[in-house]
């Protein structure tokens, strides 16, 4: 039985890190067991130029802690009114390395999202001239389909439509949710890829609603049948190149998860990996971990892989922090319901 497994130090393709006192909170749980991240732009307001990218990015490295190597990867917000030019510029210089497609309305922040695809269609057209990925929250906002069902309804309407009509687009498929979504990604070999979040392997819906609501289980995309975790657990642990890991760990304070009207989010940052090592050895897929954390993701992206390793040891049960205090408020680390042995050796 392994009860050491030694891997280059993962990287994290999906990433809020908030701004202000959160952002100097939760950074550090990133950035001990993470060399990289994707980080969203979904700020208030949200980074939409080139210039906003740079601020914050600047921003994120004042608050690094002291002798941190951690690389921010930065993206702009995508909106109807984003200038070509702006986004190939900031590529050119090295500042992003993608742009985040929000439907209007679709989850945290997403009020600026894209309405009409028709008005970003120059946007798109220059990102894959310049083979820049664009990062979809996959949903439709339709109030008329059910939430459980618009995952499947954003790939039929308007995901498959938008690649048809923009050859050459790299598209990543962020924290898929469902079976179609990774059927989806393997019936296509070719610029596209798509990330698979640490509590979408764990939980499904009924963790959400059986037993009273659980708030800080409630995300968005939302967790989905037990038949469609089996789905991304299978491929999150099959070795496939398509398929890496962003934890789209998302702080919200308690007081604002557990409201009338909760945040959609779980901060899943601080303890991810322990859970990973978990979910692979109950796969007998340990010794794909490395891909999937590591590997697969610098590839899409064109980076290399990290050079330093990560050493994770099975042991005693490994005691994590319930909260992450910040000057905002409390934010609940998650949860994922079962004892976690394997522990990231400092």
Not at 81 to 104: F, R
Not at 196 to 224: D, E, F, M, Q, S
Request: charge should be negative.
């Amino acid at each position: 039985m392994t009860h050491t497994l030694t891997l280059r130090r993962p990287d994290d393709w999906h990433l809020h890190l908030r701004d202000g006192q959160m952002l100097a909170a939760v950074l550090p749980e990133t950035t001990r067991h993470f060399d990289r991240a994707i980080i969203m732009p979904n700020l208030v307001p949200p980074a939409v130029r080139s210039s906003d990218a740079a601020a914050y990015r600047d921003r994120i490295m004042a608050a690094l802690p002291e002798g941190s190597g951690f690389k921010p990867l930065m993206t702009l917000y995508l909106t109807e009114d984003t200038n070509p030019a702006d986004v190939a510029q900031a590529h050119a210089n090295g500042l992003i390395h993608a742009v985040k497609l929000y439907p209007a309305g679709a989850t945290t922040n997403s009020a600026s999202g894209v309405q009409n695809f028709d008005n970003v269609r120059g946007v798109l057209e220059k990102m894959a001239e310049i083979s820049l990925p664009l990062c979809v929250h996959g949903e439709v906002t339709d109030p008329a389909v059910d939430i459980f069902d618009r995952e499947a309804v954003f790939i039929d309407r308007i995901l498959d439509p938008v690649r048809r009509a923009t050859p050459g687009l790299r598209v990543i498929m962020e924290h898929i949710t469902t079976s179609d979504g990774v059927e989806y990604v393997k019936a296509n070999d070719k610029d596209l890829g798509a990330t698979i979040t640490t509590h979408h392997l764990v939980i499904n819906r009924n963790h959400i609603l059986v037993g009273g609501i659980k708030p800080h289980y409630y995300c968005l995309p939302v967790a989905k049948r037990e038949e469609h975790r089996l789905a991304l657990r299978a491929a999150a642990t099959s070795g496939d190149a398509r398929f890496f890991l962003g934890t789209d760990s998302a702080p919200h304070t308690d007081p604002n998860k557990e409201s009338a009207c909760g945040c959609a989010g779980c901060f899943t940052a601080t303890n991810t990996m322990s859970i990973l090592a978990h979910v692979f050895e109950e796969e007998n897929a340990l010794d794909r971990l490395e891909a999937f954390c590591s590997l697969n993701g610098p590839a899409y992206y064109g980076l290399p892989a990290n050079t330093g390793t990560m050493t994770l040891k099975k042991g005693d049960p490994v005691a994590y922090p319930e909260k992450i205090i910040t000057g905002e408020g409390p934010v609940t680390v998650f949860d994922p319901g079962f004892p976690l042995h394997w522990h990231v050796e400092t």
